[in-house]
């Protein structure tokens, strides 16, 4: 079964515009991790922001900010006010509790137009 | 402050032959971890180094082995290769602990094409 699933493929949005990327995800441990990437098409993988499962307010970091909704099992990440540069793949990664391995989402692909 | 390193940036092999990749964690980070990347797809977890051994260790074959060095550089050794092998290969650093608030930091990656 999928544990993360991002169910936009792909999305254009306008230059200053808001954008919502979405991300559920399936565990049963109570103490997990939930990360958000951005990979450009050079290929390196940018950590942007981390949500813990026991935090009480949602993470903000910049521009980015998520929208964690803990019994709809929802991660979804904010970008606010959005530039031409962050155009990009976005994925969206768990990590349990007691385990080393980070499990990804199949990944958004954003476009910014000017 | 250096962050993660790997080489080569691309590699061209062909099927049968063997392969190693080689990466330096970010400066402070004492864990590695590999992810294969197949184009179009979110890393799949390879394994994970911490004091010169493997920690966990995601579904792959034997063909994919590791190493962790004393100053905890690692390699990524695959031997056999076959053409769905063609992959970016990302490593990644970070702190060792179980907690899961760790991020992980990636380097660039290493792009391996099979012919």
């Known amino acids: 079964a999928q544990k993360i699933t991002q169910t936009q493929p792909g999305m254009f949005v306008q230059e200053k515009e808001a954008v919502t990327l979405d991300c559920t995800y399936d565990?049963?441990?109570?103490?997990?991790?939930l990360f958000w990437y951005k990979q450009p098409s050079s290929g390196e993988m940018i950590f942007l922001i981390y949500?813990?499962?026991?935090d009480q307010q949602n993470a903000t970091e910049g521009r980015y900010s998520l929208n964690f909704q803990k019994a709809r099992k929802s991660a979804n990440l904010v970008i606010s006010a959005s530039q031409l540069g962050d155009s990009a793949m976005y994925f969206c990664?768990?990590?349990?509790?007691?385990?080393?391995?980070?499990?990804w989402g199949a990944g958004t692909k954003l476009i910014i137009k000017p | 402050d250096a962050g993660v390193t790997q080489s080569p940036t691309h590699l061209i092999k062909t099927r049968g032959q063997q392969v190693t990749l080689r990466c330096s964690p970010k400066?402070?980070?004492?864990?590695v971890s590999w992810y294969q990347q197949a184009l179009g797809q979110g890393p799949q977890f390879i394994f994970q180094y911490y004091e010169e051994e493997e920690r966990q260790r995601g579904n792959f074959p034997d063909r994919f082995s590791g190493h962790q060095f004393p100053n905890y550089s690692s390699e990524l050794n695959v031997n056999a290769l076959l053409l769905g092998d063609s992959a970016l290969y990302l490593c990644?650093?970070?702190?060792?602990?179980?907690?899961?608030?760790?991020?992980?930091?990636f380097g660039d990656g290493t792009r391996l094409s099979i012919l």
């Open positions: 400066s402070g980070h004492d864990t």
């Open positions: 565990t049963s441990d109570p103490s997990y991790g």
């Open positions: 990644a650093s970070s702190l060792y602990g179980r907690d899961s608030n760790q991020p992980q930091h």
């Open positions: 949500q813990g499962s026991y």
């Open positions: 990664a768990m990590r349990e509790r007691g385990s080393y391995q980070l499990i």
